[in-house]
C-alpha cells in the first residue's frame, strides 16, 4: 500500500486534471506531478487542449523552469505522479511522453489509471520497466505493485489509505469515463438528462416547461453541458422550445480566463424528419439562426420538400451547418440512433448530453444506448402533464429497468440524483 502523502499527491493529479474540463476531447484528462526524493513537489502540469502538451511533459517543463530552474537538477531520480499512465506511442501529434520520462532519469512513476487505448493499455508502463523505473498503477499491478505493505502505518492507518486509495482510483475512473468508452467502443458516451416535476412530468398538459427547476439547478445543467461534445434533441423539442443549447451563466468565460484552455460551446444536435416542417417557422429558430450555426447538425430522413431542401443546403454552404440525410431509416421513418451516434464517432464526437423530450429519450432508454442519466427534480406536482419517459411496454413491476443511485445532490430545495447504468444495460 502507498503512503498518506503518496496518496496526497496523487488527489492533487485528479485536482490538475479537471482543470482541462470542455477543452481536451477526444483526449482524456490528465495531471502530473514531479516530487524530488525529500518530498518536495517540483513540478506540476495538466493536459490543457487537445493536440496541446502532455500532462508529463508540462509537469517536467515546470519543474525545469521554476524558480529560475534553481531545482532543475533534483528532477534526476524523482518520482512522477500520473492519473493516467504516460503514453509510449508515436502516431499522435506529440511525441511519447515514456521517452522524456526515461531521458530525464525519473526514478518511479505511480499512476491512478491504466490508459485502455488500444496503442497503449500498459505498454507505457511496461516501457518505463524495461528502462529500469519503478513503475505501477493502482489499477493494475504491472511489474512492481505498490502494495508492498511497507508504508509503517499501523491497522487503522492502513484502513484509511486502502479507502482513500479505493475513491482515488474511483475517482480517476469516473474522471475519464467518457474517454474510456469512445478509445475502446469507438462510440460515445451517452448521457440523458432530464429536469422533471416529483410527479415525473417535464411539462404541463398545456405544453409549459418553463421552468420546471429553478435558475440555480439550471445553472448546474449548463455546467454539464460545458463538459459535453455536443447535446441533442428530438424535433419537437427543437420546435416548441425554440432552444440555444449553448453554455450560459458566464461559466465559458471562466473557463477561458484559466491559462491555455479551450472553452467552446458543444455541438447541437437535431433528430427527426425536416419533411413535416413549415419553411417560414424553420427560417425563424434559433439553432439556425444564431452565431452558432456552424455548430449545429441536423440528422433527418432524406428530405424531399424543395424548398426545406434548398434551405438547409444554403445553410450548410454558408454557414457550416452540418446536416445528413441518414440512409439507415427505421419502419416508423425515424432515423436510426445508432446511426446517429456512428457518425458522431466519426465526427470524433466522443460525449453527448441528451435533452429530450420524453420520445427520444424514451428510444435511448428502449434500445439501451446510454451510459448515465442525471433526473433534476423540483419539488412541485403538476397532477396530468407530459410524463418524463413514456411508455417501455412494461406490466410488471419486475421487468422495471433498474439503476444504480451514483450520487444525491441537494441543491437548495431541489435534488440532482445520477444513476448509473446497471449491467447488461449498456451496449
Ligand atoms: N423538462 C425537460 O427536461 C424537457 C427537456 C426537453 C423537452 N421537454 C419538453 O418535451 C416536449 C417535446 O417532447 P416530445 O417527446 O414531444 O418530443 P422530442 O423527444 O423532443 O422529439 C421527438 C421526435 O424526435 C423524432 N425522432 C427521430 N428519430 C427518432 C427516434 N429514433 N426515436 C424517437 N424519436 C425520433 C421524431 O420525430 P420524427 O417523426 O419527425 O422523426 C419524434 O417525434 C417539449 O415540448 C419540451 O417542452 C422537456
Not at 218 to 226: M, P, S, T, V
Not at 272 to 294: A, H, I, R, W
Not at 358 to 372: A, R, S, V
Request: hydrophobic share 35%; charged share 25%; glycine share 8%.
Amino acid at each position: 500500500m502507498i503512503d498518506t502523502k503518496e496518496l496526497s499527491f496523487l488527489k492533487r493529479t485528479i485536482e490538475l486534471a479537471k482543470r482541462g474540463l470542455g477543452g481536451v476531447s477526444p483526449n482524456p484528462y490528465v495531471g502530473a506531478i514531479l516530487v524530488s526524493a525529500e518530498g518536495e513537489v517540483l513540478g506540476e502540469g495538466y493536459h490543457k487542449k487537445y493536440g496541446g502538451p502532455h500532462a508529463e511533459v508540462l509537469a517536467i517543463q515546470d519543474a525545469q523552469e521554476r524558480d529560475g530552474g534553481l531545482n532543475a537538477y533534483k528532477i534526476e531520480g524523482s518520482t512522477l505522479y500520473c492519473s493516467l499512465e504516460p503514453c509510449s506511442h508515436t502516431n499522435k501529434q506529440t511525441p511519447p511522453c515514456t521517452d522524456l520520462i526515461i531521458r530525464k532519469k525519473i526514478k518511479k512513476v505511480v499512476i491512478l489509471s491504466v490508459d485502455p487505448n488500444p496503442a497503449v493499455n500498459g505498454s507505457g508502463i511496461a516501457k518505463l520497466l524495461a528502462s529500469g523505473i519503478e513503475a505501477y498503477s493502482l489499477t493494475r499491478n504491472s511489474g512492481n505493485s505498490g502494495n508492498n505493505g511497507n508504508s509503517g502505518s499501523n491497522g487503522k492507518e492502513i484502513e484509511a489509505e486502502q479507502s482513500l486509495e479505493n475513491t482515488l482510483v474511483r475517482e480517476a475512473y469516473k474522471l475519464n469515463q467518457v474517454f474510456f468508452k469512445y478509445i475502446s467502443k469507438h462510440q460515445p458516451f451517452v448521457h440523458l438528462k432530464w429536469a422533471q416535476t416529483l410527479d415525473g412530468c417535464v411539462a404541463t398538459k398545456g405544453g409549459d416547461s418553463k421552468w420546471v427547476t429553478s435558475e440555480n439547478l439550471r445553472r448546474e445543467g449548463h455546467k454539464l453541458r460545458l463538459t459535453y461534445d455536443a447535446i441533442l434533441v428530438g424535433i419537437n423539442t427543437f420546435l416548441n422550445d425554440n432552444p440555444k443549447l449553448d453554455v450560459r451563466y458566464s461559466l465559458l468565460e471562466e473557463r477561458k480566463a484559466l491559462d491555455d484552455v479551450i472553452a467552446r460551446n458543444p455541438y447541437r444536435i437535431i433528430v427527426g424528419n425536416f419533411n413535416k416542417l413549415n419553411l417560414t417557422v424553420l427560417k425563424s429558430l434559433t439553432m439556425l439562426n444564431d452565431e452558432l450555426v456552424n455548430r449545429t447538425i441536423i440528422f433527418t430522413p432524406e428530405v424531399f420538400t424543395k424548398e426545406i431542401k434548398h434551405f438547409l443546403y444554403k445553410l450548410r454552404d454558408e454557414r457550416g451547418l452540418r446536416f445528413f440525410e441518414t440512409k439507415n431509416v427505421l419502419a416508423n421513418s425515424r432515423v436510426s440512433l445508432q446511426e446517429v451516434l456512428n457518425q458522431l464517432a466519426s465526427l470524433k464526437i466522443s460525449s453527448m448530453l441528451v435533452e429530450g423530450g420524453p420520445t427520444i429519450t424514451t428510444e435511448f432508454i428502449k434500445q439501451k444506448l446510454f451510459d448515465k442519466i442525471s433526473v433534476f427534480m423540483a419539488a412541485k406536482i403538476v397532477g396530468e402533464g407530459l410524463k418524463a419517459i413514456g411508455d417501455l411496454s412494461i406490466f410488471k413491476m419486475s421487468d422495471s429497468i433498474n439503476f444504480k443511485i451514483d450520487e444525491v445532490e441537494h441543491i437548495g430545495e431541489e435534488l440532482a440524483i445520477t444513476l448509473r447504468n446497471c449491467s447488461g444495460l449498456s451496449k
